[in-house]
């Protein structure tokens, strides 16, 4: 049999990201080989997100197109993994288009279903039936030696990679599918995440993104000791060839946060960034979605971390349009985003989700373009900030990690002769623009900020370092 190609699409967050490159390695060491277009490719595997029903159409259209082609190829084998496979199981294995759904929990079995389906053309359906239940001690072991044996560094941003620490998600926040598809929070053994941050560096990896949805309530008990995210945080500050840390996402709970903060501040390699989605400024909102806290309690960490990290900078997530959001309740996010003076927001309109609390109980009650507005308002209320933010850096010389060639040439390009322009990023997530060689590509460099808009930063290279 002739090497099968496979093309892999991803769609979603980092966690999607890292399960890609967790397939795409095992499935190069089964034999296959890796396609960059569907049209050369034996198979066509689709890593799916479920959190918004956006995310969920574009997969469907895109299966659409794959079901017409199937038609001149009817050996052409579609597999769907990640959070839709695990959503809608087989009412997805019945789409014309599709051979194969694997939810997350199963992706350790990924080789062998493809092989399984190039050889015999039949559907298979892959995923967890009690999802909320633990794992089995077989499930769980495989899924931790799948991870630790394939991971790999970023392809596209080298010396960068993401390391899993924790699976699921306990918090059932009103609106959140995540907790039907990833199931129960797990964290994974600390001895397993440094074993593995430390081959990353032996592969010349210098940055490093522990990966976890709710990554602060990272517990593992090893003997007598009890592992917090702080903890793994020191023990990863200790290895050599690491130079940044990074975590993400955080839930703002009081439990740990001090801790964590203080290795902030005490380890150089842990980068001054917090990602901690506020979701709503609205009490009544907060309460209705199921987060445990009040904006001032909120905003209270928010404080706390600035006194223990002056030079943090800080990101949230929002959903506008939540059901029952009012006026008013909208204009309490709008303060609170106004106070918590944040880097970057991460917008989105609510999107009832099926099975979810939210969508059970409430009626999806504000209009489409209600839901618009607030979040065209709420983001030229960050942009003014994020622009003042962003014009401090005016003449200061910032430390960068370059990861590569900028995708679009940006109209207020900088100086810098025949060099192409890169992107890069600051430990506390500003990205950096300026002309330089290619070869800076996963190198730490200097760089003098000249010019800069809300998000980003444009540059000149002092030198590298
Ligand atoms: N509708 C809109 N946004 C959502 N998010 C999660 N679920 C939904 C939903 N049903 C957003 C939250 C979360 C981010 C990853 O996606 O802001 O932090
Ligand atoms: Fe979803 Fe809430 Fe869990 Fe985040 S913390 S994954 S929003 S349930």
Known sequence: MSRKKVHVKSFGCQMNKLDTALVTAALQEAGFGLSESVKEADVVLINTCSVREHAEQRVLSHLGHL?????????????VIGCMAQRLGSKLLEHEAVNIVCGPAEIPRISKLIAGAVQEDKKTLAVTEKVRRKGSEQQNRSLEEFESAYGIEDERVPAQ??????????NFCSYCVVPYVRGPEASRPPKAIIEQIRKLADHGVKQITLLGQTVNSYR???????????????AASGVRGIEWLRFVTSYPAEEFFEEIMQVMAESPKVCNYLHIPA???SDKILKAMNRNYTSQRYLDLLDRAREIVPEISIAGDFIVGFPGETEEDFQATVNLVEKARYRNAFIF???????????????????????????????????TISDELSRQFLGRRVRVLVEGLSKKPHLNSTQGGNNPQLVARTATDYIVVF???????GQFAEVKITQTSPLTLFGQLMSDS
Not at 220 to 234: H, N, Q, T
Not at 354 to 383: F, H, I, W, Y
């Open 220 to 234: 593992y008990k090893a003997g007598e000791r009890a592992w917090s995210l702080a903890d793994l945080l020191s």
């Open 161 to 170: 990679a993401f390391v899993r620490v924790m699976r699921g998600c306990n």
């Open 349 to 383: 309109k609510y999107s009832p989700r099926p099975g979810t609390k939210s969508d059970k109980k409430l009626q999806d009650t504000v209009p489409g373009e209600v839901k618009q507005r607030r979040n065209v308002e709420l983001l030229a209320v960050q942009e």
């Open 67 to 79: 079901k017409h082609m199937k038609k001149s190829r009817p050996d052409l084998v579609v597999g």
């Open 279 to 281: 979701q709503s400024g």
């Open 435 to 441: 002309n330089g060689p290619e070869s800076l590509a």
